[in-house]
């Protein structure tokens, strides 16, 4: 639960992210961190993200990796001033997970689950969406041209679909 003391939440928060490098531990951290960062200190939103996306470029079960985007996409739309406040996070977020994937479509279109790609896309347009309404559409027009791509290459029906519906976006 939310509590109002951002010193408590900054610790449970700074404890989860430790407890993610425990497999034992690792998938209910996880869970703890989604509804976390609706009240995320910033202190610890370097840390969160840093975490998050470490996690999501190793290996990870099937739970673990839905768990960490679900927690990723919780936090990407919750920061919608991210790019005014830290546009270093949003470089770091664009690095790691945008510009693998813009490098190579097709890789991505044909790897992992399903379900998995349907999140990390989502998570990339929010993101995206969240710098157009702050006055950058270029990074909109980015991530629209990418899901372009990948609308042709995708196989996957639900995910052709989540791309179709963010394309269709007003």
Request: charged share 25%.
């Amino acid at each position: 639960p939310v509590v109002a003391d951002e010193i408590a939440r900054t610790s449970a928060v700074r404890a989860l992210l430790d407890m993610t490098a425990s497999p034992a531990y690792r998938v209910f951290a996880l869970r703890g961190l989604a509804p976390a960062t609706h009240d995320l200190p910033e202190s610890v939103e370097t840390a969160f993200q840093e975490t998050i996306l470490d996690l999501l470029a190793a290996t990870l079960s099937f739970e673990e990796r839905i768990t960490a985007l679900l927690a990723l996409d919780s936090f990407t739309r919750a920061r919608e001033d991210l790019s005014r406040r830290r546009p270093d996070l949003v470089a770091s977020f664009e690095a790691k997970v945008l510009v693998p994937i813009e490098a190579d479509p097709a890789a991505f279109a044909s790897d992992g689950a399903p379900s998995a790609r349907g999140l990390m896309l989502a998570v990339i347009w929010h993101s995206a969406r969240n710098r157009y309404s702050a006055g950058e559409p270029a990074a909109l027009d980015r991530v629209n041209a990418l899901l372009t791509k990948l609308a042709a290459l995708e196989t996957d029906a639900a995910v052709k679909a989540e791309i179709a519906a963010f394309l269709a976006a007003p």
